[in-house]
């Protein structure tokens, strides 16, 4: 198992959570007003839900791009993201990366890479462990994909600083997540949240990329998405999840009492450049454990008539 440490850290800043909230449309009060964020026992205002996932840094893209194989962003197909929650992320927090390459395997037409990520702050320990599952395309025939995104894509530096390096021996992952804030929630199982409707243009891909660093040009030039076998250009992974993480805590008081939520990614949303996409969401409560005052919610993502999440849950604490 190859395992990987990044020296340099992300420093979480107050009008960087609102800038990430505002990219992945999540009005919840705990992300934008201080005085919100502390009436719910918040020192500082609240990062959204995928927030730490989402902000690369030149380190930690220096660690992933060593753990992929070396493989350029544009050959990389966003499967599967699940998000372990162990305490919430707040304004000020300084975040690091450990990562551990779980599987690196071939299948038809490249490779599956699966890399487990824990994201911690020096004062407060672990606060999330990341599961990513990624399908790396090969071969000759990604050519002409890897030059179109070249010509286009921000020029990378090398900054002034240790980025990213290889460590020996185990590291260690968290095994459960630590107790989440507790949520009064007066629901039951087969309980159905009402449907919302979100709107994707090619502004907010824009808008997307430069917040959280993800400058992948199939999400914003047309010339590279065509070279990749695309029909439009596509919305981030994790921006589609970022929107499910809003509408999932927009009837929850307190956004940190999510303990875990996954995604697995069915089809990639098209933006074309004459009109937005409207994304429908909706969840279900799927079960309640009364034993240990928890609940699954499963959530649907619809887009163009199709589903754009095979499997999404999530799961909350109960008071």
């Known amino acids: 198992m190859e395992q990987y440490r990044c020296d340099d850290y992300y420093e979480v800043g107050r009008e960087k959570i609102r800038e990430f909230a505002r990219a992945v449309q999540d009005v919840h009060p705990a992300h ?3 005085a919100a964020a502390a009436a719910l026992g918040h020192p500082t205002l609240l990062a ?5 996932s989402s902000v690369a840094t030149f380190a930690q893209r220096a660690m992933f791009r060593e753990a992929t194989g070396g493989y350029e962003p544009s050959r990389l197909l966003h499967v599967e993201q699940e998000l372990l929650f162990y305490r919430p992320i707040r304004a000020g927090a300084r975040l690091s990366w450990d990562l551990a390459v779980d599987s690196h395997r071939a299948v038809d037409g490249g490779d599956l890479i699966v890399v487990t990520t824990v994201i911690s702050d020096p004062d407060t320990g672990p606060v999330q462990t990341v599961h990513t599952t990624l399908s790396g395309r090969a071969g000759n025939d990604v050519t002409d994909i890897i030059d179109a995104a070249r010509r286009v894509s921000i020029q990378e530096i090398s ?3 240790q980025s990213a390096r290889q460590v020996p021996g185990p590291l260690t992952f968290p095994k459960q997540p630590d107790a989440a804030s507790p949520h009064r929630l007066e629901i039951t199982a087969g309980h159905r949240f009402p449907r919302r409707t ?3 243009g090619r502004g907010d891909l824009v808008n997307y990329a430069g917040v959280s660093g993800d400058n992948n040009p199939i999400h914003w030039n047309d010339t590279v998405s065509h070279a990749a076998g695309l029909d ?3 919305a981030h992974g994790m921006l589609t999840m970022g929107l499910g993480a809003g509408y999932l805590t927009s009837w929850l008081d307190d956004p940190s009492c999510v303990s875990e939520y996954t995604v697995r990614f069915a089809r990639p949303v098209t933006i074309n450049s004459r009109h937005p996409t409207e994304l429908e969401f909706s969840g279900m409560v799927r ?3 009364q034993r240990d005052r928890t609940a699954v919610i499963a959530l649907t993502a619809r887009a163009g008539g199709h589903d ?4 999404a849950r999530a799961e909350i604490r109960l008071m």
């Open 32 to 34: 934008w007003d201080d």
């Open 308 to 311: 754009i999440f095979g499997h």
């Open 287 to 289: 079960s309640i454990n």
């Open 198 to 200: 979100y709107r994707l």
């Open 232 to 234: 439009d250009v596509v």
């Open 159 to 161: 900054p002034p600083i």
């Open 48 to 52: 959204p839900l995928t927030f730490a």
